[in-house]
């Protein structure tokens, strides 16, 4: 993973399968410049960077990714914007589904298979 910065968590909801954050997408987070000159936009590894980081803390996973699955991105998530991130977990499989949303606008989803024996004691 590319440990890019975590955005602001303006706020947060948990249970044991699943958590929900509100995340600020501020202008001047570092992985703007350059992408793309005339309209920044956040990149997806990035997008795919903080589901992995925040899912893994909150659900006792190391940060072993074994591969993706369904990664899609729907819509463009442009700097200065709100953006909910709900991921759940699927302990059993040992997957992450995540997708992030904004009410009905969906921006990015996928699931995120961690690498065998990657859930902490």
């Known amino acids: 993973m590319i440990k890019s910065l975590l955005?602001?968590?303006l706020a947060r909801e948990e249970t044991e399968i699943e958590l929900r954050l509100r995340l600020a997408i501020d202008a001047?987070?570092?992985f703007f410049n350059g992408h793309f000159p005339?309209?920044?936009?956040?990149?997806g590894v990035t997008q795919l960077d903080w589901a992995v980081r925040f899912g893994c803390e909150h659900f006792g996973y190391d940060a072993s990714v074994a591969s993706l699955e369904?990664?899609?991105f729907q819509?463009?998530?442009l700097p200065g914007t709100e953006v909910d991130l709900l991921i759940s977990?699927?302990?059993a499989k040992?997957?992450?589904t995540f997708a992030y949303s904004d009410g009905e606008r969906r921006f990015g989803s996928g699931r995120i298979a961690l690498a065998?024996?990657?859930?902490?004691s």
């Open 94 to 96: 040992g997957k992450l």
């Open 70 to 72: 369904v990664l899609k």
């Open 116 to 120: 065998v024996n990657s859930r902490e």
């Open 38 to 43: 005339g309209q920044s936009v956040l990149p």
């Open 89 to 91: 977990n699927n302990a």
């Open 75 to 77: 819509q463009l998530l």
């Open 7 to 9: 955005p602001q968590v």
């Open 28 to 30: 001047d987070l570092p």
